[in-house]
């Protein structure tokens, strides 16, 4: 009995504080000795239809636990602002303690479920692009009606001191999209069709909003190979009539199978970015695009070779990343002539971008030699560092998903922190 206590008080080495909130699916602990933080401790209960249908489902909290946390690991790794902090052993997890948005974002790509009886005559199938994005206001006894963004401004939430307005519902808008768009790349690497999905934000105590709740197999719609009938969803659990052991063991192993696959979903980066400088002197511009580079996610290699004094060992080089198999764009940093440029560029197949350490003193002459190659040569030009880095990770992402990510997040936060410096210089001018 005492142990038993014990046992409740710690979970992974956390002790809980007051248990703050009890749904359907799980608990929310305070943490006194973790300020912020919170331990979100899930149920093995499944339920459906605002809780009408609910079934105890062994091993449910387990699998829902990983779900999530793979997936709120990819989207951290992709430099989204989320709430989840890391994994709590087997059936809970630690996230930033959250006032949250009592508010459904649901992004849809095809067109079912729901959508289909809202909108008589849209085809099931049918495809939006940009994704179709809806609001539902969070309320099980009024079965969660849907809401405009200007009802959710006339709300008026106040959350840890943050009132939602116009421009939090922009924010809000935008991150929903970027979770939607990063998660259904990640899925589309395997084979399978994110069909639709809902998310929920938070407001930590600093007033940052954050992707929050969980993510896992009741949060979308999977389709593998965007068959409907391969369904690995919660939907199979929502379309039971009559639920029987047998039924419940599917729907758990369809669980199994995603938190398995999530396992594959973010693979190390397979390519390289080479910095080819053509003198040691040229090494902190070099090293600009590489910090830039390890900030986008993309490994980068430096080497020194002058095509124009090393010919021979420049196109060794070459040689060995072709011999490699590696998947390689070139970066060429040569000041004055840059001849190394163009002579990658007519030895390898590989993508070569120019970035000259150009001085504001010789840009006008020297920019000559990396615009104005001989024909048959394809490589691209650019002046900055940041801009190197970028289209080189940009080549990179037509291939690899967590590239992609970073950029497409990138995007987002540059559009978020605009937004918010709007919003600072709009209120000190009042
Ligand atoms: N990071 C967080 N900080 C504080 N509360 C959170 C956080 N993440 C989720 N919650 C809240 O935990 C509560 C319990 O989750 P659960 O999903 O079991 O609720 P529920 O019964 O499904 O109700 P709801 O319809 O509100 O989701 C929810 O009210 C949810 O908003
Ligand atoms: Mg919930």
Redesign the pocket.
Known sequence: MILDSIRRAYVAGYKLGNL?????????YDLPENPGL?L?QS?DRI?AGD?LKAHDLAGKAAISNRTNAKVFEILNAAGLKT?FVKLAGETAFI??????V?IEWVTRRLATGSFLKRHPGVEEGYRFSPPCQETFF?D?ANHDPQWSEAQIIAAKFKLNGLTIGQDEVDIMRRMTLAVFEVLEKAWAARGCALIDMKI?F?VDSNGEI?V???IDSDSWRLWPSGDKRLMKDKQVYRNLANVTQADLDTVKRNFEWVAEQLEHLAPAPNCLVVVLMGSPTDDEHCKKIAKCCKDLGVPCQLRVSSAHKGTEETLSIVADYEGSGAKVVFIAVAGRSNGLGPVLSGNTTYPVINCPPVRADNVTQDVWSSLNVPSGLGCTTVVYPEAAALAAAQIHALHDVVIWSRLRVKQLNNFVSLKLADKKIRELAL
């Open positions: 703050l909130i009890e749904g359907k699916t799980k608990q929310v919170a979100l149920k339920t809780g709430a996230a930033r303690k959250c006032e949250m009592p969070k099980d929920e938070g954050l929050s709740d969980i």
